[in-house]
């Protein structure tokens, strides 16, 4: 199972990124889609999930209403837009896969750093 994510990069305070993770070597139906995410100094934090039908998407309160998780089945890809990036959305940005009715977080991919600055 390879989860690739991409999508990161330098922006201002208050620009968008769109975060890109392409699932493959396994069948996902049935499985849930996270993003975490990691700052300096701190620990890995939950930001998002999505089922991988689409439906039953909940976020941390931290990005509410700025953040938007999305998935295409036809290309295996979970999305990340993020907007009104603030300097407390730094972070590296880890994309995560786990069965729909379990709680440990199976898969993960590598991180996209994220830097906003001020």
């Known amino acids: 199972v390879q989860l690739q994510a991409s999508g990161g990069g330098l922006v201002q305070t208050g620009d968008s990124l769109r975060l890109s993770c392409a699932a493959s070597?396994?069948?996902?139906?049935?499985?849930?889609m996270g993003w975490f995410r990691q700052a300096p100094g701190k620990e890995r934090e939950f930001v998002c999930a999505?089922?991988?039908?689409?439906?039953?998407?909940y976020y941390t309160d931290r990005i509410m209403g700025r953040f938007t998780i999305s998935i295409d089945n036809a290309k295996n890809t979970v999305y990340l837009q993020m907007n009104s990036l603030k300097p407390e959305d730094t972070a590296v940005y880890y994309c995560?896969?786990?069965?729909?009715?379990?709680?440990?977080?199976?898969?993960w991919g590598k991180g996209t750093q994220v830097t906003v600055s001020s």
């Open positions: 995560a896969a786990r069965n729909e009715y379990g709680s440990v977080w199976n898969y």
């Open positions: 999505i089922s991988w039908s689409g439906g039953n998407s």
């Open positions: 070597g396994r069948t996902f139906s049935g499985y849930r």
